[in-house]
């Protein structure tokens, strides 16, 4: 697939929240079961659904949990190894089970900066997720220096203590040509020696007929991102600098299944209330969409 953006227009000044085509940030969030997209959204979710399906391949709602449930265990893991303020890169829409609903049901004093390019993703995290040590920040992760020079990040991180640096399923919204391990090493090289990188990135490893349709479609429906599946070589860069923890680069499903904790609602006094994202059926794990790890930066 292509890894230059093709040529196009000046932005569409009558359409500041980008309405009139599908949007990614909203697409994952009607993936999820969300209701902050649009009919657009829906009807390009649909589109590439049906292309794997036909593909004998799982939809995205699968995948889109999974990678929730994925999340959680990474977040998990960085809290159990002393991290305390965690980077949230490409963060979309508020959807359930965020970062910081996850860090501080076990770390109350953790920090969270959550960072997105999207207006709308803006305004919205800064309506659901405002609270006691969480930044949300509109900028644009390409530039790394809008997010580090920003003084509400500054105010709120320790840049001397670890940070955890999240890229989840983000980085494959990206053109080689805006250079995304660059980006990945800016900020590793911004962070103190302990912090961690966690990232989730499409493959076309298992699935390359699948993965060529969905970016495809995102180019002919004119998503305002691409869908770039790479491969393991490709994603293995971005840990450029950082040591992969066990058990390295895999698909979600395979990365600590042991941590698995899913953030339950908790209203029932009963019990301990139903997981707030559906669970993963047996036969949807493990989809192969994604490669996903953690690495250490542990450079002196």
């Not at 009807?43 to 995205?60: F, I, M, T």
């Not at 955890?164 to 911004?190: K, N, T, Y």
């Not at 699935?207 to 691409?226: M, V």
């Not at 559906?278 to 949807?284: A, G, M, V």
Request: glycine residues 8%; contains cysteine.
């Amino acid at each position: 697939m292509p890894a230059e953006p093709p040529a196009t227009g000046a932005p569409d000044s009558g359409d500041p929240i980008g309405a009139r085509y599908p949007n990614t940030a909203r697409i994952w969030n009607y993936q999820l079961g969300g209701n902050d997209n649009f009919a657009v959204d829906r009807e390009a979710s649909e589109a590439a659904n049906a292309l794997v399906r036909a593909l004998g391949v799982p939809a995205g709602a699968a995948t889109a949990v999974e990678s929730r449930h994925l999340q959680q265990r990474m977040v998990d893991y960085m809290l159990g190894q002393g991290v305390r303020q965690f980077l949230d890169l490409g963060s979309g829409l508020p959807n359930m089970a965020n970062t910081h609903q996850i860090a501080h049901r076990t770390a109350a004093d953790a920090r969270i900066v959550y960072v997105d390019i999207d207006p709308l993703v803006s305004s919205y995290a800064a309506a659901l997720m405002a609270g006691p040590n969480v930044v949300t920040l509109r900028a644009d992760l390409r530039e790394p220096e809008q997010v580090l020079g920003n003084t509400q990040v500054r105010d709120l991180f320790d840049f001397g203590q670890p940070v955890g640096i999240m890229f989840m399923c983000v980085l494959h919204c990206l053109w080689d040509s805006e250079d995304p391990w660059g980006v990945v090493r800016q900020f590793r090289d911004a962070v103190a020696p302990g912090s961690y990188l966690a990232l989730s990135h499409m493959t076309r490893e298992a699935h390359p007929e699948a993965a060529e349709g969905l970016f495809r479609i995102s180019q002919d429906l004119h998503w305002n991102t691409p869908l770039i599946s790479r491969d393991r070589a490709d994603i293995a860069r971005f840990f450029d600098g950082f040591t992969l923890v066990e058990p390295g680069l895999v698909a979600p499903a395979q990365w600590r299944p042991d941590l698995d904790n899913p953030l339950r609602d908790g209203h029932d006094p009963d019990d301990c209330g139903e997981p707030v994202l559906k669970l993963i059926s047996p036969e949807d794990r493990g989809v192969g969409w994604h490669l996903c790890g953690v690495g250490l930066n542990d450079r002196p």
